[in-house]
């Protein structure tokens, strides 16, 4: 008899809560072959099965627990059209094409959400609704204009713009902060709804997908990839591993798990706000992150919650400092809510690459990756996780770094006392406004 397969429960998270009914897959108990073997149901790995199926591969996707488990149903579920870095900075490292290519990039991100949506109706709370990177300091109203500039001047996109400090009071219900970047065509889903419809269209469509079930070692046999789970071997022809943050868990770890930090990102969400507070509060439905490198993010949901982010402790252990903190920081911004009742609270990991942006390409000529989302992976996921499959059947596109080699982190088996020192010295710039 084999092991058994691993826990599939989800966090309790207001995601996992709402999550409403969806498919449910089987655990892997017998040998089989496939084209191409996919190692993650998160947002990169459906969207590769998804892609896959559509140009008439015949594909499997493992998840060593349930759909969307990882950080792909504990996330904000905010879908913006941006990078961690401004266009101009990106221009200045890269190239002036490289950046507009990212530009559209970013955009298809979301426009491949709105389509997955439509096409396959999924009822997941997509909507476009705005998203706001509200700011204190002046050095980023500097960074943040330059960056409207260069969209309408190099993009001919004149949609992004700042907010005064009457505009972003207005739009959050806040005087806290001193002005906004303003992206309209950002918007907002139910991640956990999103990841358990996109995998239903996936087997829809004829993926196989199989839940519990952990992938213990793979190999290279030949011009075959063998892969082993606790009571079956899967022989494929090419591996897709989209298993982000949680590449450690995997063989891949050895060669990918240097290449990102995987950071805490935690959450609260509130009960019910009164009707006074959800008109006061995001009245026109925007979403937030704000521009802190140590950064808040924040929304109400479909049923009036506050749902409120933000990173959490250097190691991936859960605790009440942590979520105190939360609490301390949104009554800050929004003192109505500083003793609002907690109904929620759940974290997950980031994976942080070292120049802030993900990565699709390949190990070998069998095996494919994508990962490093550094925040940003609602919208970006699924894009690279089409992109990932165009890679794998031989069909490569180029988008500049993102397309790149990975970069090794140096001294990355000391990254969780490294990641204390560098959180405390963004807390302080972000105090200073630096």
């Given at each position: ?30 040998d089989?072959?496939t084209?191409?073997?996919i ?20 594909c ?57 949506v ?11 609704c ?19 500039d ?5 993009a ?18 806040t ?32 993926g ?5 079930t ?10 075959s ?49 009164t ?39 250097a190691s ?8 105190s ?24 990991r ?27 992976g ?28 990975m970069?090794t ?7 969780v ?18």
């Amino acid at each position: 008899m084999g092991a058994s397969p691993p826990p599939a429960d989800h966090p309790p998270s207001y995601w996992a809560a709402t999550r409403g009914p969806g498919e449910q897959f089987d655990a892997l108990t017998s040998d089989c072959e496939t084209d191409f073997l996919i190692i993650g149901g998160g947002f990169s790995g459906l969207s590769a099965a998804y892609r896959l199926r559509a140009l008439g591969a015949d594909c499997i996707l493992l998840e060593a627990n349930d759909v969307g488990w990882g950080a792909s149903g504990r996330n904000g579920g905010m879908v913006v059209p941006r990078y961690k870095h401004t266009f101009p900075t990106l221009a200045k490292d890269y190239g002036r094409e490289t950046a507009l290519a990212m530009h559209r990039a970013a955009h298809r991100a979301v426009d491949l959400i709105e389509t997955l949506v439509r096409d396959e109706n999924l009822d997941c709370g997509f909507t476009r609704c705005g998203h706001l990177t509200p700011f204190v300091h002046e050095p980023d109203a500097k960074r943040f204009a330059a960056d409207v500039d260069w969209l309408a001047n190099e993009a001919a996109d004149t949609v992004p713009r700042l907010l005064d400090r009457a505009e972003i009071e207005t739009r959050t219900g806040t005087p806290f902060y001193s002005g906004a970047y303003f992206e309209p065509r950002g918007g907002a889903v139910h991640p956990l709804r999103y990841s358990r419809q996109l995998a239903a269209a996936v087997a829809r469509r004829g993926g196989h997908i199989h839940t519990r079930t952990q992938v213990l070692s793979w190999s290279r046999e030949g011009s075959s990839i063998r892969a082993r789970t606790p009571n079956a071997t899967v022989r494929a022809r090419r591996l897709l591993l989209a298993t982000n943050a949680h590449t450690d868990l995997t063989q891949a770890g050895t060669v990918l798990k240097r290449c990102v930090i995987p950071i805490t990102s935690s959450l609260v969400a509130t009960a019910p706000l009164t009707d006074a507070l959800r008109k006061a509060i995001l009245p026109q439905g925007n979403v937030v992150t704000d521009a802190k490198r140590l950064t808040n993010y924040f929304r109400i949901s479909e049923d009036g919650r506050m749902i409120f982010g933000g990173r959490g402790g250097a190691s991936h252990q859960e605790s009440e400092t942590i979520y105190s903190r939360l609490r301390r920081e949104m009554a800050q911004i929004y003192p109505d809510l500083a003793d609002r009742r907690i109904d929620f609270r759940w974290s997950g990991r980031v994976a942080v690459t070292l120049d802030g942006l993900p990565r699709v390409g390949k190990l070998n000529d069998q095996v494919f990756f994508a990962m490093g989302y550094n925040g940003r992976g609602v919208a970006l996921a699924t894009l690279l996780g089409h992109m990932l499959a165009d890679l794998s059947a031989g069909q490569p596109g180029e988008l500049g770094p993102i397309t790149g080699p990975m970069t090794t982190i140096p001294f990355h088996a000391f990254r969780v006392p490294a990641k204390k020192v560098v959180m405390t010295y963004y807390k302080l710039r972000d105090a200073l406004g630096l």
